[in-house]
């Protein structure tokens, strides 16, 4: 089947079978490698990306349920060589060691404060982040990084509102 979609807003389209996951198809046919895969059965949230602004683990979604929709990845959030708010502050606050929960990581922390605004506390990020595992960490310097970087996203919306 021809599918086609805006994946980190570039219109694509491909040839796929029906029965292409869209993790699949990002990391296959994009080749667009940041989106892991790490269960292939929705628990561990490294595959989360945004669907049409919301967040969904793109290993439970076939490629052509996507047709038309515009799909965000982690390469998509950083522009112009600038990370994003919420990439920074993972990186600031050290939100990671292996890295390889920190896509679906950021991905999930980025839709949170879209849904929830950046004023987040410690319970609400841990329990918003519980559909992402990580196994070397022990979330604390997550919540931390999350924390963070919500309320760098928060600023950057002020100052654009203002502008």
Avoid at 6 to 23: E, I, W
Avoid at 32 to 37: D, S
Wanted: charged share 20%; proline share 2%.
């Amino acid at each position: 089947m021809l599918v086609a979609m805006t994946v980190n807003g570039k219109a694509v389209s491909r040839d796929v079978d029906p029965r292409t996951l869209l993790v699949q198809f990002l990391r296959d046919n994009l080749r667009l490698t940041g989106t892991h895969v790490g269960c292939d059965t929705s628990q561990c949230g490294a595959c989360v990306v945004h669907i049409d602004g919301n967040a969904v683990k793109s290993c439970t979604i076939l490629a052509v349920a996507c047709e038309s929709s515009a799909v965000t990845t982690i390469e998509g959030l950083a522009a112009g060589g600038t990370l994003h708010p919420m990439q920074e502050a993972f990186r600031e606050h050290h939100g990671l060691q292996c890295g390889f929960c920190t896509p679906g990581m950021i991905m999930t922390a980025v839709d949170m404060v879209n849904r929830r605004g950046p004023d987040l506390d410690e319970h609400t990020i841990r329990e918003d982040l519980e559909g992402n595992i990580c196994r070397c960490t022990g979330y604390h310097n997550i919540v931390k990084a999350v924390a963070a970087g919500a309320q760098a996203m928060g600023e950057t919306a002020f100052k654009q509102a203002a502008e």
